[in-house]
């Protein structure tokens, strides 16, 4: 099957910027996914970037995408105490049925210090 | 004006009980998911509907039995529940293949 990977772990310092890297496996991936995970709560989508795309800005956040190497990074500016939660980066891969769906990476948990 | 609404919240139950959980979106979205999430927050598709049609069937035992009685709904009955099952289940909406959207997952503990 199809494999995100994401390192487990970042602590940062509030007001430094994070960047959290994702490896995924899937060549046909036409979409690429963050999605943030506060304690106790759902999903909540943060951001996409279509494949044929290398960056995308949205305030705070940019998506950085290689897909030569099938490298996929999220950085956050500026990280507030907020920012702390998991982040799963996600691909839309097919499965065996030739369907799509999300392959998940295992989440990077943040953690920003005061 | 929740997109993508579960019930319940928590679920505690006894081994060998049969539970339902419940998922309606709003979003008029023609395709709709179940995933689990482990104790170690990973998270995998079981099924997928589109059009109250089956399209992915993901390796799940068959006590666990989806059932979409329409477009907006699609709920999750499971059998005969063991300890593995705990875990967070959560919905997930989308038109076609497009982005999708979490319902706030449903916790079940079995005991």
């Known amino acids: 099957g199809e494999d995100v990977e994401q390192s487990l772990f970042l602590s940062v310092r509030e007001g430094d910027s994070s960047v959290i890297n994702c490896t995924y496996t899937?060549?046909?991936?036409?979409?690429l996914y963050w999605y943030k995970q506060e304690p106790g709560a759902g999903l909540q989508l943060l951001t996409y970037i279509f494949s044929n795309m290398d960056m995308k800005q949205d305030q705070r956040l940019t998506v950085l995408l290689n897909k030569k190497d099938k490298h996929l990074s999220l950085r956050i500016a500026d990280t507030q105490t907020g920012d702390s939660a998991i982040y799963f980066c996600a691909e839309s891969s097919f499965m065996d049925t030739g369907r799509r769906a999300l392959t998940f990476g295992s989440g990077t948990r943040l953690q920003v210090q005061p | 004006d929740t997109a993508v609404s579960q019930t319940p919240k928590y679920l505690v139950t006894q081994m060998g009980n049969d539970k339902s959980i419940k998922c309606e979106q709003n979003l008029g979205h023609d395709t709709m998911y179940w995933y689990k999430q482990d104790s170690k927050k990973f998270l995998k598709i079981m099924f997928s509907?589109?059009?109250?049609?089956?399209?992915i069937n993901e390796t799940v035992p068959n006590r666990f039995s989806p059932k979409s009685p329409d477009k907006a709904h699609l709920n999750l009955h499971i059998n005969s529940l063991e300890l593995g099952d705990s875990a967070v289940y959560f919905c997930?909406?989308?038109?076609?293949?497009?982005?999708?959207?979490f319902g706030p997952g449903t916790r079940l503990t079995v005991l």
């Open positions: 899937d060549s046909s991936s036409t979409y």
């Open positions: 509907y589109n059009n109250k049609e089956l399209i």
């Open positions: 997930a909406s989308s038109q076609a293949v497009d982005t999708q959207y």
